[in-house]
Every structure is written in structure tokens, then in C-alpha cells.
């Protein structure tokens, strides 16, 4: 039996990743792209999204673009993490382009076509599931899951000591998520264990396409491992598909959780109540580790598959 999947993406080289996973699983039938900017601007995440389906020859996949623009202030661009125009690998300019269809109505049109066949897993900013939300506010009882890459719940930050770069780069939007889905949060607290190891990584780069482009963007330039990762780099937002395949790689447990919307230092934090002491009921599945081995082998079996 196959699983419905919705990506919403801001491609960004392990996002890249993941949406290579889910193309090669044969478990996974992926509906549909929506794109926002976060890792490198709308223009540039939605041409990757496109890019990399025609690298996989899978254009029958539609790409919906999404915001630009967060819900408050502007978003930061990491291309010094992802590469050149938010992504590494040398992709040829695509030949198709996004449907006419803004990226947040289509989340709710496939939460119609699908129903609770379809999990959502969001892993920008959130700011398109947030409007879709406010399109269609039972969007969280119509899907079987919404999963999302982003915060850190009882770990420090990746973009400031709090915050996580999704949560932080769209706050506002991060809370409205969190609040209003009941959604299977996979933080920094899991991903920095989905890890890829480097010899792994050369492997790939010597491979034939399409595994050629995957080792391109599993690089970790060192300019990235200096700024706080660890020796061989975490692919935070493939956790959450290898999870899908196989769900010993991750680990939850409920928490209620929110998002800090201040303009302080904590802005994008998650504020999660680990020990209830609030007495509020749980409002998340929050992911507390990750199984490296298991993710691994995910990605090795899979990608010996391309
Ligand atoms: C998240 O931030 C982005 O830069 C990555 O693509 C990932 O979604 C990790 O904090
Ligand atoms: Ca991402």
C-alpha cells in the first residue's frame, strides 16, 4: 500500500535530499510540491523544486509556488549553507514550471482530493501551512498526519541560541502551526542525528546521475561544519520521510508546545512543557531523538535504487 505525500519545500540541498527519497520510495506516492522561500527566495526555491523533478524525470509531480514573504518582517536566505540560488549540484534551468495555483490553496486542494490518505510534511518556514490553515481551518482533521521539520524543543537553536532556522525565519507562522494542528514536530532535538557519513558522501560523488547530484548536496563545506554542526552532516529534513518508510527512526512523545513570537532574543523558540507543568494537555508529537543507523540504512537502500 502506498502513502499519499504533500511536500512543502524550500529547496535548499536537504530538502533536495528528501524529496529524492521520496521519489525512489516505491511506498510513496508524492501528490504534489508547494514551494516558499526560507532557504534562498520564492523565484529561486520554486525553479530548484522543478529542477530537481526533471533531474528524476518526475515532472508529472506538480509544483505549486508558495509565499515569499513571511508573516511578519522579511525572511533571512541561507545560500551560504545551501548554494549558489539555494542549492548545490549544477542543475541545468528547468523547462516546466509551477502550476497556476497559489502554493497554499494547493495544500488545501489536495487535502480535498486526498483526505486522510495524504500526510503533509512541511519543511520551510511554515508560512504556507499556516495560510492554508486559515483557508480551511479543518485542514488538521481532513489529512492522516501533518508532519513538520522545524524548532528545537528541549535543544538549543541552529540560527540563534534558541531557534531553530524554519521556526525562527517564520514565527508567527511557526505558532499558528503549532497550535492549530496537532502536528508531529521533528526538531533539531532528532534531526542532528540523521546523519550522513562523509565516505558515504564521497561515494556518491563519483556515482553516475542522478546519485552524482544527491552527493552534491549532501556536501558539508566547512564553513557550514564550523558554524556548529557536528563532523558529518545532519540532513534534518529527509528524517522525516525515512521515518515514513520505516518507524523505528524516529522517536516521539507528546508535549504541548508553542512557538515565542516575540522580537526578542527567543523569537522562533519553542516553549515545550516538558515536565506539564502548565497543566495544558499535549498538543504535538514531538520527535526526541533519531536512530542514525536506521536513518542510514534508509538512505543507503534507497539510493541504491537511482
Ligand atoms: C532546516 O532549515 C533549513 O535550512 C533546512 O532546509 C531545514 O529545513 C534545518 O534547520
Ligand atoms: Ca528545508
Avoid at 34 to 54: D, K
Avoid at 70 to 88: L, Y
Avoid at 120 to 129: C, E, Q, R, S, Y
Avoid at 190 to 217: C, F, M, N
Wanted: hydrophobic share 40%.
Amino acid at each position: 500500500m502506498t502513502q499519499a505525500l504533500h511536500l512543502d519545500v524550500d529547496p535548499g540541498s536537504d530538502d533536495a535530499v528528501m524529496i529524492a527519497l521520496a521519489l525512489a520510495l516505491p511506498a510513496i506516492e508524492m501528490t504534489g510540491i508547494s514551494t516558499v522561500a526560507g532557504n534562498s527566495t520564492i523565484e529561486n526555491t520554486t525553479r530548484n523544486a522543478c529542477r530537481i523533478l526533471e533531474l528524476f524525470d518526475r515532472t508529472d509531480v506538480p509544483v505549486a509556488r508558495g509565499c515569499g514573504e513571511p508573516m511578519v518582517g522579511s525572511f533571512e536566505t541561507a545560500e551560504w549553507v545551501h548554494g549558489p540560488n539555494g542549492i548545490r549540484g549544477d542543475l541545468p534551468d528547468p523547462s516546466t514550471g509551477p502550476i497556476n495555483r497559489h502554493g497554499a490553496e494547493f495544500i488545501v486542494d489536495q487535502a480535498r482530493e486526498y483526505g486522510d490518505e495524504l500526510s503533509i510534511v512541511a519543511v520551510g518556514p511554515m508560512t504556507n501551512l499556516a495560510t492554508a490553515l486559515a483557508l480551511e481551518p479543518s485542514l488538521p482533521d481532513m489529512v492522516a498526519n501533518i508532519y513538520l521539520m522545524g524548532g528545537a524543543a528541549m535543544t538549543t537553536g541552529n540560527v540563534t541560541p534558541m531557534a531553530e532556522a524554519n521556526f525562527r525565519n517564520d514565527a508567527v507562522a511557526a505558532r499558528r502551526v503549532v497550535r492549530g494542528t496537532r502536528p508531529k514536530m521533528v526538531g533539531l532535538d532528532a534531526t542532528h542525528d540523521a546523519t550522513v557519513p562523509l565516505s558515504r558522501i564521497d561515494e556518491y560523488k563519483r556515482a553516475t546521475q542522478p546519485l552524482k547530484t544527491v552527493g552534491a548536496w549532501l556536501e558539508y563545506p566547512e564553513e557550514v561544519r564550523k558554524f556548529g554542526g557536528g563532523e558529518e552532516p545532519a540532513v534534518h529534513d529527509a528524517a522525516v520521510v525515512a521515518h515514513l518508510i520505516d518507524d523505528s527512526v524516529l522517536e516521539f512523545e507528546p508535549y504541548h508546545l508553542d512557538v515565542d513570537t516575540t522580537m526578542g532574543p527567543s523569537r522562533g523558540a519553542v516553549v515545550c512543557d516538558r515536565w506539564a507543568v502548565t497543566g495544558n494537555e499535549p498538543n504535538a508529537d514531538v520527535a526526541v531523538a533519531a536512530d542514525t543507523e536506521r536513518f542510514r540504512s534508509v538512505l543507503v537502500e534507497t539510493f541504491e535504487r537511482l
